[in-house]
């Protein structure tokens, strides 16, 4: 027998599949791991996002500028501010945001004029009240910065109480202007109780408390007070026009009987000064055709509040407010 036999004993042969488990383990493993690094860049993309959202949310909210002082970049230009819609005490004819504006608009180094263009029917002769005392207290504070008032489609009652505080009226040849009078409506339900026999079951502490009470008849008393009323608000227009227009006023027996004429007409009237626009004001009044606009506009907080229906009760209460609140509509 041969020597030369090797004596170690013969190995079995290694599968080709021998290392799949731990192949199949690393694929896990570095699957994992891509899959908490993405996790975690996603997580970061959205905190960022929900930051810049926080963050711009807090400064449309608070008005912050970040862009430096207006008067470093702004440069000289007629100052524009817009009032839309009803005078009340929300939108953009409100006290609480065309005051602001005002305070900015005339305080910036920058402007040579203030524009308000309006376009109301009129509303709160509260808010206009008190639009109309502070631009006659900034028109004392910057009587070099004349404030002039441009009319789009009407500008009346409410509206022409605010306009009248102004330096001058501009309108177009077929704007609505005037409306000078105070106005307190509602209605009676008493006969149609009557007919339906339904009884009215009121209970006051005071005996004028049920004023104005739709479901009640209305007394010569309670008729008596409202219209005292009315006459003094009226009173309180009239004699805003009269400081505001001065001399140019032409009066006449209808002027303050709540009628409304024509922007040509006006003209005519003193109750406006002549026709122009808001871009004819800035480049052939002011001389300052750079158009800066001052609006306060709604900020998000406020859109995503009304989107959502928080203001309902706001608006459910507004609504039994107004039902007994003198207007200048």
Not at 108 to 132: E, F, K, R, T, W
Not at 293 to 308: A, S
């Amino acid at each position: 027998m041969s020597d030369n036999l090797d004596s170690t004993p013969p190995q079995p042969a290694k599968p080709a599949d021998a290392h799949w488990e731990r192949a199949v383990l690393e694929k896990l493993v570095f699957a994992t791991l891509k899959e908490q690094k993405a996790a975690r860049r996603w997580s970061i993309f959205f905190k960022a996002v929900t930051l810049l959202v926080i963050v711009f949310a807090l400064s449309a909210y608070f008005d912050i500028s970040w862009t430096g002082s207006d008067s470093e970049t702004l440069g000289r230009h007629t100052a524009l501010i817009e009032v839309e819609g009803a005078i009340e005490s929300e939108g953009s004819g409100s006290a609480a945001v065309v005051i602001p504006a005002l305070n900015k608009a005339f305080s910036d180094s920058g402007s040579v004029a203030v524009v308000l263009h309006i376009n109301s029917p009129g509303g709160s002769p509260v808010q206009a009240g008190m639009i109309v005392d502070e631009m006659v207290r900034l028109r004392k504070g910057y009587p070099g910065k004349p404030l002039y008032v441009v009319v789009d489609e009407i500008c009346a009652s409410g509206c022409y109480y605010i306009a009248a505080g102004a330096d001058r009226i501009y309108v177009n040849k077929a704007s609505i202007i005037g409306s000078i009078g105070v106005l307190m409506d509602g209605f009676g339900f008493t006969g149609a109780m009557e007919k339906l026999g339904v009884e009215r079951r009121l209970l006051t502490a005071g005996e004028n408390k049920g004023f104005m009470d739709p479901f009640s008849p209305l007394t010569e008393k309670h008729k008596l007070h409202a219209q005292q009323m009315l006459n003094e608000i009226h009173q309180q227009f009239i004699d805003v026009v009269r400081a505001g227009r001065g001399k140019r006023l032409k009066e006449t027996p209808d002027m303050f009987s709540g009628l409304f004429w024509t922007g040509a007409r006006s003209i005519d009237l003193g109750l406006a000064d002549a026709y122009g626009s808001v871009d004819s004001v800035a480049r052939d009044v002011v001389k300052a055709e750079d158009i800066v606009d001052y609006t306060t506009h709604e900020g998000l907080q406020e859109r995503v509040l009304k989107k959502f229906g928080a203001a309902m009760g706001a608006g459910a209460m507004k609504s039994a407010l107004d039902a007994v609140r003198p207007s200048l509509h």
